[in-house]
């Protein structure tokens, strides 16, 4: 069965145009019921009613269709579309036009056609007939001269049109659709053609409206004069037969929606998985049954969302496109929150470490005010916001209703900062890279081969470091295994020219340090070692291979060490980087301390982790013979963004303890003089050493010196 997104004319039931909803047996209800109409009745006013949507152009196309058919024979169609009509008077024209029209076009029924004809310019302009009947003015003049001179009026012109009918014995059915989007004066018009003006033998009238609708469209007629009940008993008098249409039950839906998504994954080559299917069925159950209310409606969504996904495919969370689909598309104002409260939703920039203060029923208050605000009804508040907490966990979270399954960053959905524009461009953009791209990449660095894709891989890693990271680290846990060798090596090579701005307080080297260690915990233990080496190779890369050999074994707060140092390979992976270490520290031990750069000092650091005991003897070494001054060492160690001067914590203390005694810093605090309006970067770091001395610890090596002089300064 052929599911259509982009049509929404009316079908007919044929092979071509297939019945989706099951209408053609209601059709051939109302075909029967017409048939009774005319056996008991001259004329009569039929009413099919529905919502907008529902089908009701459908089942009118399916009658026409029916009626069409040998049996039952004998009836001529007239369709009349009200909207094509610029005025009441070519409405009026019109109708006998139609008529006329749908009569045969043989002898037999030419006096008829002549009648009607008459009785149509008998009460139209003369200006409105002329191309509606095939006249040419002079014969429109000559035809009413004809009738003054003979004293014809128009009721006598209606009297002989109905006994040409009468005698001709063949109905005729005008079609008229969608008439509640008629203005008032015009529908008025309609109903005073149908049932005043039109009532003639063997015409009878099938209409088609939305009564809620067309209530409230006569209510602001002046007949009716705002009133409700009155325009229900008006519509009464115009309408025999009510053809109300059969209820779009919840199991035609859900199986139009199921044949719509199906539709659209066949045509994109997408398929769900389980869990997809389970997150867009309880999205539908909650958030989408109530307002997929017709099959237009239903139809409309897969249609918007088939049209714009395009280049997207297996670029964004499928279930996640839908429903912002259905935002874009029934309450576009939400749809333009999401771009104004991107970083809020998705926890992107500053939003990231923001303080949530308020309540989570403030928060629910103020997310519904601002629904309110972007044109939402008050009935579909609760629904919009779930809807949105559904697409968004960090909502969810903050409202505490709580999220399951996978993150959004892990099925690219838009709840990602990574992914949401991909959302609102309607493709990947510029300085995005896309999954068949990244794919590609990964495999020719896997296979050591050039190619443009890994060239843009590395280009983005070094200038968009976060987003490349946490792609490289979501594929990795999505697949369970990398190229991971290959990827860390070229990580330590590029590990100095990262380009990258922070994300808050979030450095590139900090992001590419924690994904190096995940990287790394997948190697096979005989290639760590080696792996490490190469890392090495570089100064900047044995700064990244100290980080990941010393995280190593730093158990963190919910998982153990990855690695003991006690382990064989963790003994000769130090021996390896301490040796690459020293050698990238040569050139920086020979120069004057006031000349280390920051990769120098990293270095240093890095060294004092793994062997303080190695470091603290190669830095003393430097002291005692000069090359280096302690002060302008410590200025060097110390300096931002490492610490601000102001503060030096116990963290960097400890640190500080593997390459420098620290009783000999405190000695130097205690012979060094430092006046009040010195701001060099010495004298910030000596204050900011001496305020981290116990208070009783002595100065100048004497237990019972006095700290006065200093006291405000510590």
Known sequence: MTYRFFNDDPVDGSADLPDLLGHKRYADHAVGLLQDVRDQSESGVLALIGPWGSGKSSVLKMVLHRLGEPEPASWSVAELNPWLY???????????????????????????????????????????????????????????????????????????????????????????????????????????????????????????????????????????????????????????????????????????????????????????????????????????????????????????????????????????????????????????????????????????????????????????????????????????LGLLATLFPRLANQLGSGTSGEPPQARRGIGSGDYFDRYVVFGVPDDDLSEAVFTAALAQVESAASGVEADELWLRFQDDTHRIARRIQQRLQADGQLPSRQLLIRMAGLFASLTAAREVIISPEFTVAILAQKLFQTLAVGERVEVLDLMAASAAGADLAGVVLFKAIQPSANEPAFAQESDEWFAAARTVVLTRLEQHLTMAGRRSADELGDLDTSLLWRWSRLDPAGARSWVRLRLDNGTWDLLALLTKLLSPPRTPWSAVDACELEALDGLIDRTEVYALYDRTEISEDDDSAPAQVLRALGRTRPADTPQNGDPASDTTGREGER
């Open 86 to 384: 610029s005025d009441l008077d070519s409405l009026t024209a019109a109708l006998f036009s139609e008529i006329r029209a749908a009569l045969p076009k043989d002898d037999r029924w030419s006096v008829a056609r002549e009648k009607i004809r008459d009785f149509g310019i008998s009460i139209s302009p003369l200006g409105k007939v002329g191309g509606l009947f095939g006249l040419d003015v002079s014969e429109v003049v000559k035809s009413v001269a004809d009738r003054v001179g003979g004293n014809t009026s128009a009721s006598a012109a209606k009297e002989s049109a109905a006994a040409a009918l009468r005698e001709a014995d063949r109905p005729v059915l005008v079609v008229m659709d969608d008439l509640d989007r008629l203005t008032p004066d015009e529908l008025l018009l309609v109903f005073k053609l149908v049932r005043l003006v039109g009532n003639l033998p063997n015409v009878y009238y099938l209409i088609s409206f939305d009564e809620r609708t067309l209530l409230d469209v006569l209510s602001r007629s002046d007949l009716v004069g705002g009133s409700e009940h009155r325009a229900s008993e008006f519509l009464e008098k115009i309408v025999q037969v009510r053809l109300d249409l059969p209820a779009f039950r919840e199991h035609d839906a859900i199986r139009l929606v199921e044949g719509c998504l199906n539709a659209m994954l066949e045509n994109h080559q997408l398929s769900l998985t389980r869990a997809e299917e389970q997150r867009f069925g309880l999205a539908y159950v909650h958030y989408l049954q109530d307002r997929l209310l017709t099959p237009r409606a239903i139809k409309r969504l897969f249609g918007q969302a088939a049209a714009s996904l395009g280049d997207l495919a297996g670029e964004v969370d499928l279930v996640d496109f839908l429903l912002v689909t259905f935002l874009r598309t029934s309450e576009p104002g939400v749809y333009r929150l999401l771009r104004r409260h991107r970083n809020e939703l998705t926890g992107s920039g500053t939003a990231l470490f923001a303080q949530q203060r308020r309540e989570r029923g403030e928060l629910a208050e103020l997310w519904r005010t601002r629904l309110k605000d972007a044109g939402v009804d008050l009935g579909h508040l609760d629904g919009v």
